[in-house]
């Protein structure tokens, strides 16, 4: 069906196999089950490689989805967690996770987020405000947490013996072994929150987190936000049951933004160093990643004006941080997600200094070694194609040398 054009009948197949026609209503287009059919959204492949997993809705109401997986060699695809075993149909969600789903474009509910684990033993599910634990081989769910508040942004650290998640504005670390929670972060007061992304990097940066661990899983970094000088701004909002008037911190063009500093501390809490992001507080924290052995934390900081982006290499046993390298452009710099750590200290990046973006190798302290791509036409673009990241930098296979990423070299399609 063409997008504003509504067909007056369509043909289905009874159990003779004879073609009959029904009217096509707008009740039956909304209806359950979706004209499309099953629909796989969220896929993944488990890290040790044996299974596919994905989001599916039900048959009885295309709006709960849950998670479904099926052997990576082939095989029929088995519903690994019902929705309904971890939100009940009816469920509230808070207005932080009312929020964060907006601006990810999430309309769905029931399981609509999952992360596996780094061994492929566990995905972890979060679901009406609370955390599970779902065994991939027997689809066993058990319930992490019992809050009153939801955890949120919540997912494994890199070997797995941690989750994490921000609940209340402040960041915790749970150990698996124990179920003995943490608190990695302070405790939030008043407008002030630790390990989220604020606004603007959600909607406009499209940073949805506060927090990144170092691959060893020994340090973490994470943010501190201050809203106490962004705008507070009464938004309408309309629903089924009527309109109500709230207050949000809305950054007005113009008018101040939030102030974010960055800390890096271990995961029990230990005491945090600050990270040196510059003398100007009115910036923007647009991307942080950690080098492939943990020693070096690198930050993306932008201006506000969006002029200029500069890397900063930290040391995050000090939070000593200095320019290894730059991006200006006018009338802004796009952002990307393409920045990829080597285990031999190099890393990938994407710039468009040649006047079309291009992958190029740097050394662990900004140096280019060499351009890896060439040509009149955009590598590792973003594009909706590229997955849910919107990277055009998919993955690199170091042993054989090799990188795969998403461009438009034959043709802007």
């Known amino acids: 069906m063409r997008p504003g054009h509504l ?5 289905c197949f009874g159990l003779t196999g004879v073609a009959q026609a029904e ?3 707008p009740e039956r287009v909304f209806a359950d089950p979706d004209l499309s059919g099953p629909t796989a959204h969220g896929v993944q492949i488990s890290t040790d490689g044996r299974l596919v997993t994905f989001l599916r809705a039900k048959d009885q109401d295309r709006t709960v989805q849950d998670l479904w997986a099926m052997p990576a060699d082939g095989g029929a695809a088995r519903r690994l ?5 971890v939100e009940p149909p009816g469920a509230v969600l808070s207005e932080v996770e009312k929020g964060r789903r907006e601006r990810q474009r999430i309309s769905a509910r029931g399981i609509v987020d999952y992360k596996w684990d780094e061994q492929g033993r566990s995905i972890l599910v979060p679901a009406s405000g609370d955390l599970y634990l779902a065994d991939a081989a027997s689809g066993r769910v058990d319930r992490l947490t019992r809050t009153p508040g939801d955890e949120s942004d919540a997912r494994f650290s890199p070997k797995g013996r941690y989750v994490s998640y921000v609940r209340d504005g402040r960041l915790y670390g749970l150990d698996l072994a124990s179920r003995e929670e943490h608190s990695i972060s302070p405790a939030s007061e008043g407008a002030v929150t630790y390990g989220t992304a604020e606004f603007v990097a959600q909607e406009e940066m499209e940073r949805f987190t506060g927090y990144w661990w170092a691959p060893d899983e020994g340090r973490i970094a994470w943010t501190r936000v201050d809203e106490s000088g962004v705008d507070l701004i009464p938004r309408l909002e309309i629903g089924a049951q ?7 911190r809305y950054p007005r063009a113009g008018r101040p933004n939030a102030k974010v500093q960055l800390y890096v501390s271990g995961p029990l809490g230990q005491a945090p160093v600050k990270v040196d992001l510059g003398p100007d507080s ?3 924290l647009a991307r942080v990643d950690w080098s492939a052995d943990g020693r070096t934390l690198y930050v993306q900081r932008e201006t506000r ?7 900063l290499s930290v040391d995050p046993a ?3 941080s200095r320019v290894i390298e730059t991006e200006a452009g006018s009338p802004w710099v796009d952002l990307n997600d393409n920045f990829k750590p080597l285990k031999d200290g190099d890393f990938l990046w994407t710039s468009q200094r040649s006047g079309f973006s291009h992958i190029y190798l740097f050394t662990r302290d900004g140096r280019v070694i060499r351009q890896v791509t060439h040509g009149a036409w955009p590598a590792a673009v973003r594009t909706a194609a590229a997955g849910a990241s919107g990277a055009g930098l998919q993955g690199v296979d170091e042993g054989r040398g090799l990188v795969y990423f998403v461009a438009s070299k034959e043709s802007p399609l």
Do not use: P
């Open 305 to 311: 004006d969006q002029s200029r982006l500069d890397l």
């Open 7 to 11: 067909l007056a009948s369509f043909l």
């Open 23 to 25: 009217r096509l209503t």
């Open 318 to 320: 000090t939070g000593a």
């Open 282 to 284: 009115d910036i923007y």
């Open 242 to 248: 009527g309109s109500t008037l709230t207050e949000e």
């Open 81 to 85: 967690v019902d929705a309904y075993a």
